[in-house]
Every structure is written in C-alpha cells, then in structure tokens.
T-cell receptor, first 111, second 115 residues
C-alpha cells in the first residue's frame, strides 16, 4: 500500500513565524504537487515539483522535492493569517497517472 | 477558461436512493479524475479517464459506484443504493495530457449527505 504521510497534522502559529510541513513516503513519485484547500472547496494547486532535489519558490513559500523523489517539504516564511488552510501533498505514482494524497496539515495562523 | 465545475454542490439523500453527480472539466483537458474526501482526510482516488476510456478504478469503487465519460468531455459519477458511509465530498479534477507535470485542477466538489 502506498502512503504519503504528512507532518505535523495540525499547526497553530503566530503571524510572522516561519514553519515547515513535511510529506514522506517509501514510494518514488514521478512528480509531487502541493495544494491548499479551504473548507467546503476543492484543493487549489500551489506548485508541482518533478526533478529530485528541485526547489521552487512562490513568494513566501519554498517547496523542495527530495533527491530520491520520495519526500517533499513546504516552508512558509513570515506566515500571514491568509495562509490559514489545509495543505495537501499529492504524489503521482511512477508509470501511472494515479495520484495519492497525503493526510494533510491543517495550519492556523493567528493575528 | 471557467475551470472545473461540478453539479450539484450539495446533495442530501435518503439511504437506499440513487444519486448522480456531474463534472465538467477544463475544455482542452483530456484526463479526468474522481476522488472522495471524508472529513479530516486527504482525497482518495476513485477512478480516472483518458478521453472517454476509464483506465483505472480503485478498489474503493464498489459495484454500487459507476462513472462514465461518454464523449470524452463531461463525466458523471453515480452511486446506487446509497449508504450512510457514502457521505463525503466528491471531487473531480482534470489535467492536460501533455508530457509535462500532469498537473491536476480540481472543481469545488459535491458534498453528499446520506441520512
């Protein structure tokens, strides 16, 4: 069974703090995506990483794909209340078009 | 580009009834996915279409579930004889089958409540 484990599951921080969310698996993925989801809505794509060791930056968000393409991290610098939401990682299983999702990290940024 | 749309957004039904959901993908996208998401969990893969062909189906998709994409455009997901355990958010996503990252774009979901 292929699993993607995210940690932490819950995170509550003050505005201005930094944080890192981790996504880990024993499986190798062709690509990995990060999403943010608001209550009652579908996930919104933030970024896709494809190459092992790849680092992508999106304003205050930095995404990294592990060298072995089994894990990824999302780092947020100077968190803002607007960053509050459920963060999901999803890996595409090599040789298929099937994605598996992580369990999610629920982030709350307090003013 | 209006994005992925789903209809209805909410559905309340009684146990034992049949329900059907519709998904309209982004117009040039040839791949379409259905997922189910329960509270506090990430989405679980149900099935996947490339054009009109259903290429993969999860073991989660019991005989009561069926999905179609007759002309390679919109798709429907039908649940027969609904059970309380079917209550969840049903999400549709589409992607362009280009040799790139196969990024998925999600619709807003259909929230099903079985009473």
């Amino acid at each position: 069974t292929q699993l993607l484990e995210q940690s932490p599951q819950f995170l509550s921080i003050q505005e201005g703090e930094n944080l890192t969310v981790y996504c880990n698996s024993s499986s190798v993925f062709s690509s990995l995506q990060w999403y943010r989801q608001e209550p009652g809505e579908g996930p919104v794509l933030l970024v896709t990483v494809v190459t092992g060791g790849e680092v992508k930056k999106l304003k205050r968000l930095t995404f990294q794909f592990g060298d072995a393409r089994k894990d990824s991290s999302l780092h947020i610098t100077a968190a803002q209340t607007g960053d509050t939401g459920l963060y999901l990682c999803a890996g595409r299983i090599s040789g298929t078009y099937k994605y598996i999702f992580g369990t999610g990290t629920r982030l709350k940024v307090l003013a | 580009d209006t994005g992925v749309s789903q209809d209805p957004r909410h559905k309340i039904t009684k146990r034992g009834q049949n329900v059907t959901f519709r998904c309209d993908p982004i117009s040039e996208h040839n791949r379409l996915y259905w997922y189910r998401q329960t509270l506090g969990q990430g989405p679980e893969f149900l099935t996947y279409f490339q054009n009109e062909a259903q290429l993969e189906k999860s073991r989660l998709l019991s005989d009561r579930f069926s999905a179609e994409r007759p002309k390679g455009s919109f798709s429907t997901l039908e649940i027969q004889r609904t059970e309380q355990g079917d209550s969840a958010m049903y999400l549709c996503a589409s992607s362009l089958g280009a040799y790139s990252s196969y990024e998925q774009y999600f619709g807003p979901g259909t929230r099903l409540t079985v009473t």
